[in-house]
């Protein structure tokens, strides 16, 4: 059950959906593919061998439990896709989206290890511990271990899972490694970020480590100089090629692009030779690899049978960062940040499953709602005392009904830097506005303490010329300002602050928030661990902490503590028959 006593009620089986939708499928719906044949050039994005267009060899019935692709890139701002409006070309997603559902009322967390989190675990950050900042290498946290995730519940019910990508959910000990929170393989990275090519990432002067992983190992036989882009999207191929597609997959692929460091192979460069700023020159070839790439996971999808009975999911985790080449417009802030540049996402569903294909979902999805929603569709069980925070929004995805998600907890950072000038009195005493929070319900945002950087960055800032370009969009604030609210579906860019003039409205939401930190948990953010430097770990990043030498220590500790209270005592004692034998020798003389 969820918070609040939320039930999601048992659907019908997709796979009625499956046999009505093959049923009705022509020679010219089968071809529809045909605009990937670009991607099928040689030497492309984890490209497989063979003509894999229109390719789709029987493997019997498939099963009613669909196989389920999530899709997740990395820093995507929200005007970098086509169909956003970007200069950069994405043919692979504007297709997908468009033969499935735009999702344009759709929210992420700000920065990566939340939206991960949340999308594993259905829950908000306050509710796992993890409502500050991202978990950093050297720090000995860790998704808590009593959260129940995506892939176990999917495993339950008979799903082989896999992961392939970026984990950023920590690793300081074994039992956090993907392969321990349900998932049956695991090839990727355990840090937020790394070179492209050599997989080595710096966390500090010295503090420096080998990250890609084959399930619980370095995997430095894949240590070939590829392109992580294309060495995931091969892994993935390799995957699909093994499995039997009659029975069901859960296939999280989580690029590194286009996060920074900002790397691509040459080639993609050539349709971006005219993008004057360096940085978004690369961010656009790092954008056009994995658009290619993505068209070869569905290529695959086709050639080896699981394309009918499938639901793709592609997700950003976070907005985009300007300063890294990324882009918002006309959305206002950028990664890190609750304003809408940093939270609200490009995201779509792609499946023959949906019942309204080539629509644009409006309601409100939030990235927690994939939990409860595919683990429906899987036919598995919510249980009764998991208390999520996600909603199943499957029939508002897939038949434009209505979302029955009306608010979204932004987040509540009680340790990030407090505003300065926030206090109870600006919260009518119901909330200190110095604490960094936003929320969201129906129409209304309200964010409260230091909301981040909050800059419109217009596509002209990306040319040589800079910020000059653009410095009608600064913000100045007056100072002491702590409080803003807006009316999202009026002013989705965030460009009027309305409270002052409803004063009413920003004591209900400040009302909300309040009753939402009253269910929260401590904030887990310990401090960097020595143990965790690579040098320690033959050069590589990895678990660090070791629960048996830990015990062992401990049973050492108790020992020579044992001991020495044991020689203390005999001292003790020893002391007490000298002091004796004193006196009587004292009292007989």
């Not at 000995?140 to 995730?149: A, F, I, K, R, W």
């Not at 417009?329 to 940040?337: I, Y």
């Amino acid at each position: 059950m969820a918070r609040g006593g939320r039930r999601w009620p048992r659907r019908p089986s997709p796979g009625r959906m499956v046999a009505a939708v093959l049923a009705g499928l022509s020679l010219l719906s089968l071809l529809t593919c045909g605009y990937l044949a670009w991607g099928s050039r040689r030497g492309g994005a984890g490209e497989a061998p063979g003509n894999l267009l229109g390719e789709e060899p029987a493997a019997g019935a498939p099963r009613s439990q669909p196989h389920i692709i999530f899709i997740l890139a990395d820093d995507q701002g929200f005007r970098d896709v086509g169909y956003h409006g970007s200069e950069i070309r994405t043919p692979t997603l504007d297709k997908l989206a468009a033969e499935g559902v735009k999702l344009e009322n759709y929210y992420v967390q700000p920065m990566c290890t939340p939206s991960r989190s949340q999308l594993i675990t259905g829950k908000y950050q306050i509710h796992t511990g993890l409502q500050h900042s991202i978990i950093r290498p050297t720090q000995p946290n860790c998704l808590p271990l009593d959260n129940v995730t995506l892939p176990q519940k999917l495993k339950e019910v008979g799903y082989s899972t896999h992961m392939v990508g970026k984990w950023h959910l920590g690793f300081y000990r074994r039992e956090c490694m993907p392969t321990q929170r349900g998932f049956d393989s695991f090839f990727g990275s355990l840090l937020g970020s790394g070179d492209y090519y050599t997989h080595f990432k710096c966390d500090s002067p010295g503090i420096c480590g080998y990250d890609l992983y084959e399930n619980d190992n370095a995997a430095w036989d894949h240590d070939n100089g590829i392109y992580s882009t294309q060495m995931y999207t091969q892994k993935v191929q390799q995957i699909l090629a093994s499995h039997n597609p009659r029975k069901p997959i859960f296939l999280y692929i989580a690029y590194q692009a286009v996060h920074s460091p900002l790397q691509a192979p040459g080639r993609y460069f050539e349709h971006y030779r005219s993008i004057n700023n360096i940085n978004r020159r690369r961010y656009a070839a790092m954008l056009a690899c994995l658009d290619e790439a993505i068209n070869n996971v569905t290529l695959a999808l086709r050639k080896y049978g699981y394309y009918e009975n499938s639901i793709i999911i592609y997700s950003s985790d976070n907005g985009g960062q300007p300063m890294a080449g990324g882009s918002n417009w006309p959305l206002r802030g950028s990664k890190g940040t609750y304003w809408e540049g940093g939270i609200r996402a490009v995201g779509f569903v792609h499946s023959p499953l949906l019942k309204n294909k080539g629509s644009v979902c409006k309601e409100l999805v939030h990235i927690t709602d994939w939990f409860p929603t595919l683990i429906t569709l899987a036919e598995g069980q919510i249980d009764e005392d998991i208390q999520l925070d996600g909603y199943d929004v499957w029939e508002t995805i897939s038949e434009g009904r209505r979302s029955p998600r009306v608010d979204i907890l932004h987040n509540i950072d009680p340790i990030y830097t407090k505003a300065k000038n926030g206090s109870w009195a600006a919260g009518y005493g119901i909330w200190n506005t110095a604490i960094q929070s936003a929320i969201r319900v129906n129409h209304w945002k309200l964010l409260t303490g230091n909301p981040g950087y909050s800059d419109w960055v217009p596509p002209q800032a990306f040319s040589n010329a800079g910020p000059n370009r653009w410095h009608n969009e600064r913000v100045s604030w007056s100072a002491g300002k702590t409080v803003w609210l807006f009316n999202i579906t009026a002013d989705p860019y965030e460009r009027v602050d309305l409270s002052a003039r409803h004063p009413e409205v920003v004591k209900q939401l400040l009302r909300r928030l309040s009753q939402f930190n009253k269910t929260a948990v401590p904030v887990r953010y310990p401090p960097k661990d020595p143990r965790s430097n690579p040098k320690l770990n033959g050069g590589v990043w990895g678990p660090w902490f070791k629960e048996d030498e830990k015990k062992k220590k401990s049973d050492k500790s108790k020992g020579a503590n044992k001991q020495k209270k044991s020689k203390n005592k005999k001292k003790a004692n020893q002391k007490k028959g000298q002091s004796f034998h004193c006196r009587s020798r004292l009292a007989g003389g």
